[in-house]
């Protein structure tokens, strides 16, 4: 289920996604590698929209 009516992520996703972009600015500051990092959140935000989507076509 959406937490919100304006976009397709649930409570898990928001934070999961929220603690990814933390973690990316942490390690950008310290010069380190973020590409797997920002993979993780672009995977995540494809699946709850392709989950979203496949909702609104039923």
């Given at each position: 289920m959406a937490a919100t009516s304006k976009d397709p992520h649930n409570v898990r996703e928001l934070a999961?996604?929220?603690?990814?972009?933390?973690?990316?600015?942490?390690?950008k500051s310290r010069g380190k590698?973020?590409?797997?990092?920002?993979?993780?959140?672009?995977?995540?935000?494809?699946?709850?929209?392709?989950?979203?989507d496949a909702k609104r076509r039923k």
């Open positions: 999961a996604v929220v603690l990814l972009g933390a973690r990316i600015e942490r390690r590698k973020v590409k797997a990092l920002e993979n993780r959140v672009d995977r995540i935000r494809e699946e709850a929209q392709k989950r979203e």
